[in-house]
């Protein structure tokens, strides 16, 4: 397999880390990411020992914030001349009360929406550069619930529960990801691929804010058994990064035993439009 310029968003825990770890194992060089120096550094100390691979790099940012998105992404561009894997895999859920960023977003979807819009657009010179590139990003089978979206109201300013916002964050993140396809077809841009995946119910520490409640305790509790391990949780992102089978595949929704529908139950190229023009709109100091 030839060694790929990779780079892992949420790599300092859980799936991005796996992620991170077994790559680096195929002897690509990876840039890991994390919002946490300390625990980011323990990441990259642990992936060079257990590995031996000495191309690894390590950036912190908070994508709870525009402004350290774009200049995490400039201090890439500064550093790399070429990107051939961008694996959008920071997510999180919070609790079932509404908060906002410091730009005032809604953190579901700043997090799991405008961060991978924004950090996809602003890494485009430098996946362009690749003769091969691959955007994959991390959605989940929650894309299927949460209901009947609003579109008038896609920061849930109304109706909002921890389990809409997160189900709408991941239908809408797949949404934009489709509809970069159309928008580099458009601007002669043939060379990058854009697929989303799923891990399938992981153990990890996603649900850190989101256990706060009693009842999700419960949930939690109960579930925990279905939960896989991170090797299988990790597949569909290093699947979808760097098999062989897929270059050239864009469009699609892969879970761990392979291509998965996306429940289109509620998509429209309309809808596809009005997330991506809402994306442009929010980001559109930052671009
Ligand atoms: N686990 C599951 O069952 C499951 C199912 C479906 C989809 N997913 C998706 O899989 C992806 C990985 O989640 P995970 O389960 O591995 O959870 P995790 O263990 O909590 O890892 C999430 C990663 O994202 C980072 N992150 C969180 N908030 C951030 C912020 N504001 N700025 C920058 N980085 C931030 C975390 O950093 P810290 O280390 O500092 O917290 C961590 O590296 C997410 O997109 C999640 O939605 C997970």
């Given amino acids: 397999m030839d060694s790929k310029i990779i780079l892992v968003t949420g790599a300092s825990d859980g799936i991005g880390k796996e992620t991170a770890m077994t790559l680096a194992k195929q002897g690509h060089t990876i840039i890991i990411h994390g919002r946490n120096k300390q625990k980011l550094q323990a990441v990259y100390n642990d992936i060079k020992a257990e590995t031996g691979n000495t191309n690894i790099d390590m950036f912190t940012a908070d994508f709870l914030s525009f402004a350290e998105i774009k200049r995490f992404a400039d201090t890439i561009k500064q550093k790399y001349d070429r990107l051939d894997i961008l694996v959008n895999n920071a997510g999180a859920q919070f609790t079932d009360k509404r908060e906002t960023t410091i730009d005032g977003h809604e953190k579901t979807m700043m997090i799991n929406v405008f961060a991978p819009f924004l950090l996809t657009t602003l890494l485009l010179d430098l996946l362009k550069k690749s003769p091969s590139a691959r955007v994959v990003t991390v959605s989940s089978a929650s894309h299927k619930m949460g209901g009947k979206p609003d579109l008038n109201d896609i920061e849930l300013k109304n109706n909002y529960t ?25 601007a002669g841009i043939n060379n990058i691929t854009f697929n989303c995946v799923h891990p399938a119910s992981t153990q990890t520490n996603l649900a850190r804010e989101s256990s706060s409640s009693l009842r999700f305790r419960i949930i939690m509790f109960l579930w925990k058994p279905m939960l896989i391990s991170l090797a299988k949780g990790a597949k569909s992102s290093i699947e979808a990064g760097v098999s062989p089978k897929l270059e050239g595949v864009t469009g699609k929704y892969f879970g761990p035993k392979g291509e998965e529908k996306v429940s289109d139950k509620y998509y429209s190229t309309q809808n596809e439009q009005i997330i991506w023009d809402y994306c442009l709109k929010v980001t559109e100091d930052y671009r």
């Fill in 162 to 186: 921890m389990s809409r916002a997160y189900g709408f964050s991941k239908l809408y993140v797949i949404w934009v990801m489709r509809h970069f396809i159309t928008e580099t077809k458009k």
